[in-house]
């Protein structure tokens, strides 16, 4: 089902379409999600149309503003007050309704979309800034009229104009500010090519990306984008997935590997099978959970929302207010009216409209293409305050795959490079994780790869084979326990505790020992040390036995472990820990760590580019990083202390600004309605500067 919401108020979220309640503006479609857990997902051409939407309105009011300051510049000088200003004297006949015509069309033209503000607001029953705008206006331009037409004092009209322009200026950089935040993400789509050349019964064809399906080949030249999600058939190349992942070094890729659509390939020639396309790439659901997550309102934004509305019936509450204390003290009504416009046109709560919003939209673009991707906001802002994370072990802190780690020739004759081709010769038929080890270590030694032949899998114990005419096996203890042989002694090199053991046979003799280990993640260890850093308390939560958790732990300096847990186990250990006061981070795969994910105060889930739809989990770490929880955290933190910030300057402004409008301080300083435009755009410029100034920082 498409959701639509306003370029202008995003809290506007409707099912029909129609018009914004708020300001009247037409709802545009939401590129993107709006229900926790649902992925709505919506192609190029609608996303492209929702930014050119937002763009529209930004334009609509720039337009705005420029044709007023046109209109500004007589009107200015007509006003008998400019004018003693600039020594300047000269009047006709007739001049104030000049100043009538042209202040009516400022009033009709630049402040259409305040007045439709106002009305929308009003029929929601929340006034907001949009009413506390169009009051000023209307008090200003009523009262000038009534001047023009016999009412003694003395007209606002030049205050008036001058207040829409900064007003029509101020809307419009809040809206390019939100606008840029939104294209800084939705740029990627730009990063997909629009022709293909794929691979059809042996012959090149070059298609239209639209026409590209899943199982095509894809024929990726040097230099290339890749256009869609797949796996590498042929070649290999390293792929620079920087705006992507954020990881700046590129990545070598090579047969079976995936590649993601958007990044670059480099100096080799690639076919990749499509494996996700269109509305399924990576780069599309990044767009997806990104704009879930800025739809989604946190605790702070609603703050922000309340705060905004009190403020706004206190602006005119306190501006009826000072024109009372002002109009029965002195009798002059121009000079009440003036300060009640004052008033309501500097305690306008734009900054706050402002403050929130957009730090949301700089942060979650920002920690998306750098691969921290936010599906809960408020599960984000709690990040500030945990004090336990818990981590799966494989594939989280480990690498979730078993490497070579030593190999010992137990036999003069045979060599570790010749220990390792026998035994690759043998489990290159093999899927069993240990084969995979040993097969990559060859590989990665650029060893000649022997054929094998009579290939057999021994249940439970390990393969054989004939190789090079001799007989080999590759196997655990336990093949020697179920053929009564002696297991041969196993050096104390070798960690048994965490270490696997497979030992080869040629021709019944024992020729050599290859250990194998999951081995830690390269940022595992830096990753603890930045937490305690932090003052946060890490645990490692696995299925694994007592002595591999405990290996493992003390490795990387953990505060504990708790190991021979089952999966649907593991949530019971989260509430252990947060029924002890913790509030606690689980960071695991996002699969068979859901409950635990699910139970935790942030679940974390480590994923891969074509995994970023694990549903039980608040973040995904795209790089499966283990360092990325520290970055993580250190950026909630800065986000909302920026959300802090901007809610103290907004709500501090005010404190200081509603006195000075009210004229507490007159005659010595008096405060025009149009310097007070001035300082409540100052102010909302300044909050969206400070929101720009926010940066992730990687640990």
Known sequence: MKKYTCPMHPQVIKDD???????GMDLVPIAGPVTAGKHVHTDQHQQKGFNKHQGHHAGDFLKRFWVCVFLTIPVLLLS???????????????????????????????????????????????????????????????????VVFGLKGMDFFWEL??????????????????????RALHSLVALLPNSVTISRDGVAETISLDQLKNGDVILIRPGEKIPADGIITEGSSFINESLLTGESVPVKKEMQDRVIAGSINGDGALHVKATGVGKDTYINKVIDLVQEAQVAKSKTQNLADKVARWLTLIAIGV??????????????????????????????????????????????????????????????????????????????????????????????????????????????????????????????????????????????????????????????????????????????????????????????????????????????????????????RSFLLTGD????????????????????????????????????????????????????????????????????????????????????????????????NKMIQNISWAVGYNVVAIPLAAGVLYPQFVLSPAMGAVLMSASTIIVAINASLLKLKSH
Not at 119 to 144: F, Q, R
């Open 17 to 23: 379409g129609g018009k914004c309640p708020f300001c």
């Open 80 to 146: 008998h007050v400019v004018q003693q200003w600039l020594g300047l004297q000269h009047s006709f006949r007739g001049d104030r309704f000049v100043l009538l015509g042209l202040g009516t069309l400022i009033y009709i033209y630049g402040g259409m979309p305040f007045l439709k503000g106002m009305t929308g607001e009003l029929k929601a029953k929340a006034p907001g800034m949009m009413t506390l705008i169009a009051v000023a206006i209307s008090v200003a331009y009523s009262y000038s009229v009534a």
């Open 161 to 182: 104009v001058t207040l829409i322009d900064i007003m029509l200026l101020g809307h419009w950089l809040e809206m390019r500010s939100e606008l840029s935040a939104s």
């Open 319 to 536: 501006g009826l207010l000072t024109f009372i204390y002002w109009y029965t003290g002195s009798g002059d009504i121009a000079f009440a009216l003036e300060r009640m416009v004052t008033v309501m046109v500097t305690t306008c709560p734009h900054a706050l409209g402002v403050a929130i919003p957009l730090v949301v939209a700089i942060s979650t673009a920002r920690s998306a293409t750098s691969g921290l991707l936010i599906r809960n906001r408020t599960a984000f802002e709690n990040t500030r305050r945990l004090s336990t994370v818990i981590f799966d072990k494989t594939g989280t802190l480990t690498k979730g795959s078993h490497a070579v780690e030593k190999i010992i020739p137990l036999s003069p004759e045979y060599t570790a490079d010749d220990i390792i081709q026998y035994a690759a010769a043998v489990q290159q038929y093999s899927e069993h994780y240990i084969a995979r080890g040993i097969l990559n270590y060859s590989k990665a030694k650029n060893l000649e790869q022997w054929q094998s032949r009579d290939f057999r899998y021994i249940q439970g114990m390990g393969v054989k084979g004939l190789v090079l005419g001799k007989q080999v096996v590759v196997a655990g203890p336990n093949y020697f326990k179920e053929n009564g042989i002696a297991i041969p002694e196993i050096p104390a090199a070798i960690h048994q505790d965490t270490q696997t053991v497979s030992f080869v046979l040629i021709d019944g003799e024992a020729a050599g020992i290859i250990a194998l280990a999951d081995s830690l993640r390269e940022g595992a260890q830096q990753a603890i040390r930045d937490l305690k850093n932090m003052n946060i």
């Open 545 to 640: 036995n007592e002595k591999v958790a405990a290996a493992v732990a003390a490795t990387l300096g953990m505060d504990g472990y708790l190991a021979n847990v089952l999966p649907h186990q593991k949530q019971e250990k989260i509430k252990e820990f947060q029924a002890g006061g913790a509030i606690v981070a689980m960071t695991g795969d996002g699969v068979n760590d859901a409950p635990a994910l699910a139970r935790a105060d942030v679940g974390i889930a480590i994923g891969s580019g074509t995994d970023v739809a694990a549903e039980t989990a608040d973040i995904i770490l795209v790089n499966s990083e283990p360092r990325d929880v520290a970055t993580l955290i250190s950026f909630g933190k800065r986000t909302y």
